[in-house]
């Protein structure tokens, strides 16, 4: 069985089961998926400070804004670094 790479995760803030900044917590604490771009999606004003993000993108989200930014992100191979914390898109 083949594996894909996940390159980047596009999240809501509030989600039912699992809040969005406990899944990009979970994610950067797994080996292979700790260096995947994470784009915060919440309907928030500002950003949380306390999420690890490389993408921020307030709700109602366009879609085009949404795929340049995950294009940006992929052709400049962008990976999540604490240096890029907060990364406003």
Not at 64 to 73: D, E, I, R, S, V
Not at 75 to 80: E, G, I, K, L, P
Request: hydrophobic share 45%; net charge neutral; with cysteine.
């Amino acid at each position: 069985m083949a594996h894909d790479t996940v390159n980047i995760v596009v999240a809501d803030w509030r989600m039912p089961v699992m809040s969005g900044s406990e899944l990009c917590h979970r994610l950067r604490t797994l080996p292979g998926l700790a260096d995947v771009a994470f784009i915060l999606v919440p309907g928030e004003r500002g950003p949380p400070a306390f999420v690890s993000y490389d993408g921020f993108l307030r709700k109602p989200v366009d879609g085009q804004m949404l795929l340049a930014t995950m294009q940006w992100m992929l052709a400049d191979n962008v990976t999540h670094r604490e240096t890029q914390r907060g990364k406003a898109t």
